[in-house]
């Protein structure tokens, strides 16, 4: 073996056993486990303040109650793992992975998830108020009855995804998809709906009168009833009620 070679193995040796070290550390307050494999963890309960995920693997873990405020999970794959009833304010999942990911009733007050895949996840009775999932994938979640006053949902993929019983004042949905979404019932006022896609929406009895951006057009596609309240100067149209999708 050439020195050179030698030397490049030495210098990858000295790198990853640092690396390598630090997935050993016990959990705990701003543990750093960013780059770790940790599929299949059970922390429920712990306090896990400030601690950093960056582009790990935590895959089928449970931390259920789990004390997570601040914590660091942006690129980090996070798919049928359990948060229910964590506290995960200020937490950054930027681009994170986490199909069928469980939220409920956690509280993700300013959480950032941002570009992040949370696709079929579960978000009931969750508090996200001020939540960012800007350009997020959520397509087929649940947020039934979460608190998502003033998130920011633009640009997001929210086809199928239930809003029952969410509190949605404020909400940013600019340019997000909302085809077939359940949005039916909702207090509404002050939500932003300039660009959205409301193909089949359902939007039947719920209070769209102080939205803002909303256009003929797209109500004109959405599905509500007599009891949906509109901005002034829309009506609507001949084909709602909508019929049942078979």
């Given amino acids: 073996m050439g020195p050179q ?30 780059g770790c494999s940790k599929a299949r963890l059970v922390l429920a309960g712990e306090d896990l303040t400030g601690t950093i995920f960056t582009r790990s693997l935590l895959t089928l873990s449970d931390f259920a109650s789990s004390k997570m405020a601040g914590a660091n999970l942006s690129e980090t794959e996070i798919s049928r793992t359990r948060f229910e009833g ?25 959480a950032v998830f941002v570009s992040s895949d949370m696709n079929r996840s579960n978000f009931a009775g969750a508090k996200a108020a001020g939540a960012n999932f800007n350009k997020a994938e959520l397509n087929r979640s649940d947020f039934s009855g979460a608190d998502l006053t003033g998130a920011n949902l633009s640009k997001a993929e929210l086809a ?12 940013d949905f ?69 019929k049942e999708e078979e």
């Fill in 5 to 34: 070679v030698s030397g490049v193995l030495l210098t990858a040796f000295l790198w990853a056993g640092p690396a390598a070290a630090k997935c050993q550390d016990a959990p705990g307050p701003g543990v750093d486990w960013s």
């Fill in 86 to 110: 964590a506290d995960l304010s200020r937490a950054n999942f930027t681009k994170a992975l986490g199909w069928r990911a469980n939220f409920g009733q956690a509280n993700l007050t300013d």
């Fill in 174 to 242: 600019s340019y997000a998809n909302l085809s077939r979404s359940r949005l039916d019932g909702l207090n509404l006022q002050g939500v932003n709906l300039t660009g959205a896609y409301l193909f089949l929406t359902q939007i039947g009895g719920a209070d769209l009168s102080g939205a803002t951006g909303l256009t003929q057009a797209q109500v004109d596609v959405a599905c509500g009833t007599p009891e949906t309240k509109l901005p002034p100067g829309l009506v609507a149209p001949k084909s709602w009620p909508c």
């Fill in 160 to 171: 199928r995804v239930l809003f029952q019983s969410a509190k949605a004042a404020k909400v």
